[in-house]
């Protein structure tokens, strides 16, 4: 099925076609995605195809952390070698989705984000402003059944949008790319997890 979405200034409100049927399926909990989107970037539509979804789970106990699904443009060329870090590297429309399945503080969340960048980084001086911007995004706790989107496109930026609500632009296509690594990096959260968001790229 197709979603269209429209990528907007970021002092508007992102606004979001109700999907008339569900693609994929994260197991565990049962959470729902469409299988393919449609991005407005600029004056022109972009279709993106899932590349997979997966569920982010923490300590031995595996409680539920987030529901996550990544799409890319349709007519992207990742190396077969290492999608992951082909799709980090992307210079094409992308999408992240997490949907939050507990709450916790925002230092935790934004501490997970830091913690992985950093392991996938030695040098972080190109991008140091840009994760302070970032981290000033998020202004309050996370909450079970917040969403978070991130979306990239050359010549735009990396937009976070919380709820709905666009929250800023990153132009630093750098930037864009050490938060993929968050997911798809050598030394990304979970291996599993990016095995599960890499599920559906054809080989």
Known sequence: MNMTRRLIPAALVLLVLPAV???ITEQKT???YPDQITVAVGDREVVMNATGAGLREKTFLKVDVYTIVSYVAE?????EATPGLSLCKLQQ???????LRRSFSREKLI????EVIEKNYDDLSGI???METFAGYFTRDAQDGDVIIFEYAPGIGLTTILNGEVSGVIQNPDFAEALWTVWF?????????????LSLLKS
């Open 21 to 23: 049927a569900w693609g």
């Open 30 to 32: 049962g959470t729902e």
């Open 75 to 79: 007519d992207a060329a990742l190396g």
């Open 93 to 99: 429309p992308k999408q992240l989705q997490m949907d």
């Open 111 to 114: 501490g997970a984000f830091v």
């Open 128 to 130: 140091a402003a840009d």
């Open 185 to 197: 990096g050598k030394k990304s959260a979970n291996d599993g997890l990016k095995k599960d968001l």
